[in-house]
């Protein structure tokens, strides 16, 4: 008989939900969580890249809107951790200090594919590249109020996504989404907050749209959220920043990410 046996290897991050990928292991020994990390060390050289949160928005720094890889994140001078497209987004909006450029390794764009992700908030194994879309759909998450004023109710952002459209006529997405056709406006829910991004004139992407026609405006307020405010970054398919709201128009597909901070 075999002695190969099946087991499991888990990241974990800081809201305790973990990253799992099977490996065959000839060690028949007790598979204790020290033994466990290293053996996948030795499948993968720089498993800590798995890990990279960013101190901005949360997620993970490998993943990327579209097909087109993002290679890239950043490390500010307080050593905090900061995505490629966050990085992008303070550069347009804010004075950035120094922050030093760091590749993701190839190998990890490519092992990732592999990994599931355990939602401890519904309990349910997500495949990774499905990861960044769960914070929209899932059926566990934090309880929202209707941002609609003299509305009262209350429950997920996937409840709470139905909700607008069935009662209200409005759509909603999470914190990153591709921009519809026939834009007008909607509702983003960023964590425990919800943003909402509409223009001044009603326009479409075949059109240009001027720099001042864009409006962000922090729905839900919170104690100390005096400080904080949303922003919003359009990129394209390439993963290339669109300051000019104009050449919307000449990009087949938009995407957008809101940050509150």
């Known amino acids: 008989m075999s002695n190969l046996i099946q087991i499991k290897f888990k990241l974990i991050d800081r809201n305790l939900k973990v990253l799992t990928a099977p490996e065959t292991s000839n060690v028949v020994k007790k598979p204790l969580r020290k033994s466990i990390f290293g053996t996948l060390g030795s499948q993968i050289e720089h498993r800590s890249e798995f890990n ?6 949360q997620t993970y720094c490998i993943f990327s809107f579209s097909s ?17 497209y966050c990085t992008k987004c303070f550069k347009l909006f804010f004075a ?24 401890s908030g519904c309990c349910n194994e997500i495949e990774f590249s499905d990861m960044q879309s769960h914070e929209i759909i899932c059926k566990g998450g934090r309880q929202h109020t209707c941002p609609i004023k003299y509305c009262f109710e209350k429950g997920t952002a996937n409840k709470m996504t139905e909700h607008l459209k069935d009662w209200h006529g ?10 519809p056709t026939n834009f007008g406006s909607c509702y983003i829910f960023v964590r425990e907050h919800i943003v909402r991004l509409r223009v001044t004139s009603e326009f479409s992407l075949t059109s240009s749209l001027d720099h001042g026609s864009v409006h962000v405006e922090l729905v839900t307020k919170n104690d100390g959220d ?27 597909e938009v995407f957008v990410k809101v940050v509150v901070a």
């Open 52 to 57: 990279l949160k960013c101190a901005i928005c």
């Open 96 to 119: 950035t200090g120094k922050l030093s450029k760091r590749t993701i390794p190839t190998n990890i764009l490519e092992t990732i594919k592999f990994f599931k992700w355990y939602c």
């Open 68 to 84: 087109c890889p993002v290679t890239y994140y950043y490390i500010y001078e307080d050593n905090k951790i900061v995505c490629y």
């Open 170 to 179: 409005k759509i909603a997405f999470g914190s990153h989404f591709k921009l």
């Open 226 to 252: 005096d400080h904080i405010s949303p922003y919003a970054l359009f990129c394209n398919k390439k993963n290339e920043i669109i300051t000019d709201y104009s050449k919307l128009a000449s990009s087949s």
